[in-house]
Every structure is written in structure tokens, then in C-alpha cells.
Nanobody, 114 residues
């Protein structure tokens, strides 16, 4: 059974940084793309970033250079470094694994105070 578990969220002041992690069990990640989504209050879930098996990355336009996605295949873990946090980054962040069936983490809250 494939399970994804996020960690690293919490409450942070605007301008601060966080690193989210997603660890998977029941699957390797070497051959697959992984990524992050988020759901802001009252909004639909939106794509944030993806990193493919070759390490190529793509980001949503709103990231504006503040987010960095990375992966450690041996640890079966990927990360989202978020810098210069803004209150509008407040959301539940979800990690995703495409096999190509998509698997989701349970979500982790990030709250940015102004």
C-alpha cells in the first residue's frame, strides 16, 4: 500500500521560510514524477510544483522564484522549500506521486501570519 506523509508545516511569520517534506512508503520514487499542490481557504486545490524522475522542475507562475522543489530518491522523500512566505501562501499543502496513478498525502497546514 502506497502512503505519503507530509511534514514540516506550521505557523510562520510573513517573510519567513519553511521546508515541507513528503516521505513515501510502499513504493519507490526513482522512476516517477513527484510534486506539490495546495488548497487555500475557500479555493480549489492548485498545482504548485513538479519534479520529474530526471530532476527537471516546473513551477506555477505564482511561485515567482520563492519555492524550490527537490527530491532524494534513496530516502524516498521530496521537499518543497518555501522562502519569503506571504499570508496568501496560507494553505493546506499536499504532496503527490504520479505512477501514473496519482497518490496523495493527507495534507499539511501552512499558516503565514502578517
Amino acid at each position: 500500500q502506497v502512503q505519503l506523509v507530509e511534514s514540516g508545516g506550521g505557523l510562520v511569520q510573513a517573510g519567513g521560510s519553511l521546508r515541507l517534506s513528503c516521505a513515501v512508503s510502499g513504493s519507490i520514487i526513482t522512476a516517477y514524477a513527484v510534486g506539490w499542490y495546495r488548497q487555500r481557504p475557500g479555493k480549489q486545490r492548485e498545482w504548485v510544483a513538479t519534479i520529474n524522475k530526471d530532476g527537471n522542475t516546473n513551477y506555477a507562475d505564482f511561485v515567482q522564484g520563492r519555492f524550490t522543489i527537490s527530491r532524494e530518491n534513496v530516502k524516498k522523500t521530496w521537499y518543497l522549500q518555501i522562502n519569503s512566505l506571504k499570508p496568501e501562501d496560507t494553505a493546506v499543502y499536499y504532496c503527490a506521486l504520479w505512477r501514473p496513478t496519482v497518490y496523495w498525502g493527507q495534507g499539511i497546514q501552512v499558516t503565514v501570519s502578517s
